[in-house]
């Protein structure tokens, strides 16, 4: 397969070519971040996984690497069955080595997944270790689902969080080790409450004083759902944790197995920018899969917000226009199809309308993608039906703001919109896919109802990869 270019997005990160999905082992090593990613270099539909690799100062600009794991031993490779390989997991560092955990599937259906260990100490070439599995199963026997890995440290010990199920509840097991290589099973750290999925993928855990943190990619039956936070309190000596509340980490279409790393005081979330079950255009260019831009995740009234990472401020090239203060009746701009529209309005007094983005590749704007925030509904509403190569739902969220203003950050690339409102409190993002490149945005109140824009700016955003 060989990648052209009109699909290429601009300052997300994407494979050079083939298939991508779940970023892995996302880390920041000897001053650099890592980032991993199941990968299937030889087709643009999924396949054999191996974990391609890159590396960035930055987190925007990548250098791609040699692929860092592939399918190779009895426990992740089986060239007579269809699916098999390096699935995903987590990184951590020990003295100066890079460290991978990672599962190894030779067919999830009939035995039991493994978790592995691979440890680089030049953060380029990785050797699986003698004593790989080093969980060779799990404890109970209801599963054979048992995957991505999700190391994390507390004082000098590691621990591993893996996604599981029982009979019908997701589950995460919960497992800690001193050396990387000798596991011990400390039980189920958490359950779903039934309603929160019947296997639960690509867990993560947030630590904090207050509340504690899960993350997981829950699937009920076989269908994959939008990813969830549940916030509790976790008990790592007796696993246990208490569930206090739950949301969507992103009410898009195209959001998956998102990766947390913990570094320099920050909570980095970065996610597959896709669904299992989204249609993928750019296999014609050689190539499918991509990520979301990085997103700090802060922890505020005991939920959490995710927000664009401060370093894509680095990247607005050009500004296309900036309003302060300035009442108008509807607002239009040009735009490039990598920008990004940052803005505040005035919630007119005793409004219950409705405040419109619409984002279009021509002069026509009702062939649009439309962002709507609904006050009397309390919702938000993401259409991109006239952009979709497929039948998709009409994205919606609750509209949580209490405010008189509201915020908007949305960030356009050749085929995706993402869309932080109100400061991270809610965000969505979709792949898009217009016939012709971004042109311009209009946004106005219902009937033109004149409205204060308190801040508005837009930038070009550079390319970064
Ligand atoms: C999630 C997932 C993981 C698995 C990987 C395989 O998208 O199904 O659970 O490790 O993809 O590529």
Avoid at 437 to 460: E, G, H, I, R, Y
Wanted: charged residues 25%; proline residues 5%; glycine residues 6%.
């Amino acid at each position: 397969v060989v990648a052209k270019t009109p699909s290429r997005l601009n300052y997300h990160f994407m494979p050079q070519i083939g298939w991508m999905n779940d970023p892995n082992g996302f880390i920041k090593y000897k001053g650099e971040y890592h980032l991993f990613y199941q990968f299937y270099p030889h087709g643009t539909s999924w396949g054999p996984m191996h974990w391609g690799h890159a590396k960035s100062k930055d987190l925007l600009h990548w250098e791609y690497l040699p692929v860092a794991l592939a399918p190779s031993e009895a426990y992740d490779c089986d060239p007579n069955i269809e699916g098999y390989g390096c699935f995903s997991g987590s990184a951590t560092t020990q003295n100066d080595d890079l460290v991978l955990m990672y599962t190894g599937d030779v067919d999830s259906k009939e035995i039991p997944q493994t978790q592995n260990i691979a440890i680089s100490s030049d953060g380029i070439n990785f050797d699986k270790v003698d004593l790989n599995p080093v969980i060779p199963n799990f404890p109970k026997e209801a599963t054979k689902d048992f995957r991505d890995p999700k190391l994390f440290k507390v004082d000098d010990t590691w621990y591993s969080v893996i996604g599981t199920h029982n009979e019908t509840l997701g589950e995460l097991a919960l497992y800690r080790s001193k050396d990387l290589l000798k596991w011990d099973y400390l039980g189920i750290l958490a359950q779903s409450n039934g309603k929160q999925g019947t296997m639960w993928e690509c867990p993560n855990i947030i630590l904090s004083d207050k509340n504690d943190f899960l993350i997981v990619s829950p699937m009920e039956g076989t269908v994959n759902q939008k990813p969830i936070y549940i916030s509790g309190k976790a008990n790592l000596k007796e696993p246990s944790f208490k569930q206090s509340g739950q949301g969507i980490l992103d009410y898009g279409n195209d959001f998956y197995a998102p990766q947390t790393m913990d570094v320099d005081g920050r909570h980095i979330l970065i996610a597959w920018m896709s669904q299992w079950f989204s249609k993928m255009p750019t296999a014609d260019d050689g190539w499918s899969g991509a990520m979301t831009i990085p997103r700090e995740v802060t922890i505020k009234n005991g939920r959490l917000y995710q927000t664009p990472i401060k370093e894509l401020e680095t990247i607005r090239v050009d500004q296309l226009r900036e309003i302060k203060n300035q009442e108008v009746t509807h607002l239009e701009q040009d735009i490039s199809e990598a920008s990004e529209l940052k803005f505040n309005l005035q919630i007119p007094e005793n409004y219950a309308g409705t405040i419109e983005l619409e984002i279009a590749d021509c002069e026509d704007t009702t062939q649009n993608c439309k962002l709507t925030v609904d006050l009397k509904k309390s919702e938000i509403i993401l259409d991109c039906s006239n952009y979709s190569v497929e039948q998709r739902e009409i994205c919606k969220a609750p509209y949580e703001g209490t405010g008189d203003t509201i915020d908007f950050d949305i960030f356009l690339d050749t085929n995706s919109i993402e869309a932080f409102i109100n400061n991270g409190e809610t965000t969505i993002t979709n792949r898009i896919y217009p016939e012709a490149k971004l042109k311009t945005m209009k946004l106005v109140c219902d009937n033109q109802k004149p409205f204060v824009v308190n801040a508005f700016s837009a930038w070009k955003l550079d390319k970064t990869i």
